[in-house]
């Protein structure tokens, strides 16, 4: 069985259970098959339903959605190598604070907050303020004062939003890209390349016949009666 | 409701799959017995597609690896945690224990770091060093050859150093270490304090055909379904089914407790199914327990009757007692030489590639027992939590903290990789004090009563988290890092809490004098001959080493003893 029907299975099973969705039909089904496939990751049975329970809902309203998306694309703005779209950071906010409630009043009070900055300052919504306006503001709670403890509400609010932006970014296929990072493959692990080696000022040289040369990784290991390997 | 008699009757039954269990499983099976494993979570196999968290980028899951449904995230081969839905555990006196189950074949073997080391010498008579707790009625010598075979059937890389209390094995040739391993090394080796490369059960060389060879991923927390690493399933359970064995997987099953009989034997167990939530009654000539130090102590202290009014094994009132888990804390540094990083795969294999054991003597100290210190850092992939306080920093640089726009992407690029931890592992002293026991006013959700745990740290191991503390900011400063945080300065000494280690031990400790131990030196029970222990209750004292290897090479010691009982008819 591949694993698009392992799913289909383990979700049909479920319904049939009367465990996920009670009223389904056949139709729904098949777009559930398709949303759970999309994220290619290995649950249990329980894990599943939990996170197909949260996929089902809806927290955010649509306008606070383009709030969000709007802050993100100011927090990391557009360019060739990426855009917040394309990490799909408005939908993993969206999840996360169904995954974690307590971020739920933080953002959600936030957002109105913004509004309610823009509408006394501005005598118009965040959306509508010019971005000057929008940058004018975000530079009062941008930059935590790092004197005192307890930061004030809009400052915390804001390190929540772009601390979900920029790790939904990073850890997207996107972000992963721009960043760099070249691991997740099989790999031949011999050491850390002779240029970056010089550069900080190590060797190997001193003890290298301690380490596993890969070439020979797979014969099979042989001691001698002391532990010495000999093949 | 009634009790359903199971039809099959086996030679052993073994409750739990982990190290312990899984080692009982294949030396027992191997020798022709007949086995039932009585497992508490699902099947789990780390070759299935369904459930395969290895080679998953954080972009195919909804929270991107976040830790809230798995703690350690959610990619973590572990289906447990400190807390489980249904099965509560409670404190006495407001002290702290933490205790992490995890509810699956192979148990806390899929997810843990492989790091593998033998107990020396002196951590078997170390009460002859310090006068404090207990020697073991064994030494490394009775060990020793059981650790051999460990490592040959298992694979453990390393290298011989010939230590005296870190004895060599037979290991497989370790991987180079990592650039933030250089610079802990440099750091490490200035301050005297000794560096090798660690001793992890995973494996850099072919040693069978059944399994494969290491590939670098560095994700062996997500449990390797090329089975080069170590765990209970892939390396024990399976091969001793394949090899002929008559082996039975009862999962699922959550074992409430030892039957007996008049003669004064047991006769199996009762466990709970916990699909259909039936009681089942299974019978063997000889039960093995375990489920883990303080479960397989749970499940003595249910198993009641007349003859054995304080539970099972228990007439020394010791079940329970001398629990204890390794200390630790730890300690970041940013180290500036190391921002801007050229990219390139550094996975290596799933953990550190270098270690310091234990380098000093506790005579000129002002605390009796030692600690090892693992080093972490890398160009690891990127999970949830990348990029919080993407620029905190600056701080140290005497730049601004926060802001927003194009900067902010360039300063994840410049700080990645440039973060180093260091984290103490030590030894506590097992304390009589220091228990678990049966709560009387809790069930959990399969109406077996819970256990409640009194454990307080002492200064004996709040002074060795203080020298670690002034240890890592020594090494930090000689490798040009600049420690994080604040160094703790009182109380705990930023000891993390009991449990948080996951190394419980100590709860059915052996010893020759029954009045003073709950086991004999072969793990078996001093009360009744056919009850066997092989997780890491039977442990006197823990070492400065995580318990796993030494959890397996004494299952496997304790396993032969059974075998050669059998075969004398002695139970």
Known sequence: MDRRESIRSLVLGSLA????????????TEELVDKIWEYQYGRTPQELEFDQKLLKEQFFEASEIEMITALAELILPPTPQGTIQQAKVPEFIEFMVKDYEPFQITLRGGLMWLNHYCNRAYGTTF???????QKLLLDQIAYPDLEVKDQKFEVNFFSLMRNLVVTGYFTSEVGIKELGYVGNIPNLWNGVPDDIMEKHGFSYDD?????????????LAKWDNDGNLIS | MQIIEQPEQYDVIIVGSGAGGGMSTKILSDAGLKIAVVEAGPYFDPKDPVTQTQWKWPWQSPRRGAGTTRVFGEYDMAYGGWELEGEPYNHVNGTNFSWFRSRMLGGRTNHWGRISLRFGPRDFKVKDKDGLGENWPIGYQDVKPYYDKVDKLIGIFGSKEGLENEPDGFFLPPPKPRLHELYYKKGAEKSGVTVIPSRLSILTKRINN?????????????????????????????PAQKSGGQVNLYVNSMVREVTTDSNNKATGVLYINKEDRKEYALKAKVVVLAASACSTARILLNSKSERHPNGLGNSSGLVGHYLHDSTGTDRGAFVPQMMNRKFYNEDGVGGLH??????????NLDFPRGY??????????????TGFNPNSLNEYLGLRVGGYGNGLREDVKRFYGSVIGLSGRGESVAMRNNYCEI?????????????????????????????????????IDNFGGIALGKKPSSGDFGLLPPGAIIHEVGTTRMGSDPKESVTNPYQQLHDVDNVFITDAGPFVSQADKNPTWTI????????????????????
């Open chain 1, 17 to 28: 259970g009367g465990i996920l969705l009670e009223s389904c039909t056949n139709g729904k």
């Open chain 2, 552 to 571: 397996m090479a004494l299952a496997w010691r304790s396993s032969d003893y059974l075998i050669d009982q059998l075969k004398k008819q002695n139970l």
């Open chain 2, 354 to 363: 270098l270690y310091s054991p234990w380098w000093l003597d506790n005579k």
């Open chain 2, 439 to 475: 709560d009387p006013t809790t069930v959990d959700a399969y109406g077996i009563p819970v256990l409640r745990f009194h454990y307080e740290w002492s200064d004996h191991e709040r002074k060795q988290a203080k020298h670690m503390h002034d240890t890592f900011e020594e090494i």
């Open chain 1, 207 to 219: 003890w290298a016949d301690k380490f596993h040369d890969p070439a020979n990784s797979s014969e």
């Open chain 2, 210 to 238: 059944e399994r494969g060879v290491c590939v670098y991923c560095g994700q062996c927390e997500r449990s390797c379904n090329l089975y080069a690493d170590f765990s209970s399933g892939s390396c024990l359970i399976f």
């Open chain 2, 372 to 385: 090892h210190i693992e080093v972490w850092g890398g160009l690891r992939m990127p999970v949830y939590g």
């Open chain 1, 127 to 133: 959306l509508n303020s010019t971005e000057p306006q």
